[in-house]
């Protein structure tokens, strides 16, 4: 069974700088692509970056806001996802979800989320 | 890149079918048939409907169909049933990047 369980969310200020992991279980963790997307309360899904595999070169995507602040990595070895951000702001509030890509393009299993609150 | 837009709510009754639109642009939608609807039930984790357009995923119902016309994608519930009742997202690839919808809320009467 896959199963794909976040940690690390919390409250952080705006300015500071959180790390959220995502640890995998019931797959090859190191065949695949891997995404986060996040949901601020009450509203929609919202694609934040993207892993892709070693063997497809490792390379990451992120969405515009986020970009330049936030930081996509990996370790096969823990079989464990990573996303660190930095520099916070308050629309950065959200549940952020780790996701497995299916065919390259598409997200079929999500975890739980972790509740991200950047405020002062 | 923008979000993709959904109409905010659809509702029918048990046994009616509804129809949700997913309209893009020509930068996603429209050049590539890489589109996938998703359903979240309240206080839930997203769940892959649809992908490819039109391709369901073992274990989800035949009620469910997606189907595309330039930049517009939409999902197709039929013979609505009860547990039906949930958020459903579009969601397109675009360069690299994804683009979701902005959400339709569907209710069944």
């Known amino acids: 069974e896959v199963r794909l369980v976040e940690s690390g969310g919390g409250l952080v200020k705006p300015g500071g700088s959180l790390r959220v992991s995502c640890a995998a279980s019931g797959f090859t963790f190191s065949n695949a692509w891997m995404s986060w997307v996040r949901q601020a309360p009450g509203k929609g899904l919202e694609w934040v970056g993207r892993i892709k595999s070693k063997t497809d070169g490792g390379t990451t995507d992120y969405a515009a806001p986020v970009k330049g602040r936030f930081t996509i990595s990996r370790d096969d070895s823990k079989n464990t996802l990573y996303l660190q951000m930095n520099s916070l702001k308050t629309e950065d509030t959200a549940v952020y979800y780790c996701?497995?890509?299916?065919?390259?393009?598409?997200?079929?299993?999500w975890g739980q989320g972790a509740l991200v609150t950047v405020s002062s | 890149q923008s979000a993709l837009t959904q109409p905010p709510s659809v509702s029918g009754s048990p046994g009616q079918s509804v129809t949700i639109s997913c309209t893009g642009t020509s930068s996603d939608v429209s050049s590539y048939n890489r589109v996938s609807w998703y359903q979240q039930p309240p206080g839930t984790a997203p769940k892959l409907m649809i992908y490819e357009v039109s391709n369901r995923p073992s274990g989800v119902p035949d009620r469910f169909s997606g189907s595309k016309s330039g930049n517009t994608a939409s999902l197709t519930i039929s013979g609505l049933q009860a547990e039906d009742e949930a958020d459903y997202y579009c969601?397109?690839?675009?360069?690299?990047?994804?683009?979701f919808g902005t959400g339709t809320k569907v209710t069944v009467l």
């Open positions: 996701s497995r890509h299916y065919r390259s393009h598409y997200f079929d299993n």
């Open positions: 969601s397109s690839y675009t360069s690299s990047l994804y683009v």
